[in-house]
């Protein structure tokens, strides 16, 4: 079970709050280097092809870091678990006709519609954690990727763009 009440807030926001358990907690922010993690090999196809679509993403977002490999990996795998799932169900729908021997006959669920619910209860909490939802992404709080080219690409992508204190 997990913890209860809700989820602690960052001394900075508790700060900004005026908060006085502020200066109690210890800076607990920290930074990873930014990147996409290595891939891991036991991935299948269509974990590997959720990897090289999502990974460049979420590396731009500032959610994803070298660190985070593995977590991830985790999600593509649920993510390819989940896929296969759903089309067995889409193939097959949800139920089975089964006789009985008292020649009854009934309709039971295959085992697969068990498993996509299951792991899309699992997929959306790791969404969450990377900011895969829009209500995700509202309170999510990451420094900024701190790669060396990211001040050329907003200057070639700023060119030309001048706000002159007014908002567009």
Known sequence: MGRRGPKPLPGTILAFRGSPRANRRADESVVAESGI?????WLNDRGKATWHDLAPKLCAMGVLTTADGLAF???CDLWARWTDATRFIDEHGMTATITRRTG??????YPQVRIASRLSDELLKLEREFGLTPSARVGLRVNPPSNADNGKKAAYFNRGATNNGTDQ
């Open 104 to 109: 009854r006959v009934d309709h039971v669920a």
């Open 73 to 75: 990996a985790r999600y």
């Open 37 to 41: 993690p290595t891939m891991p090999e």
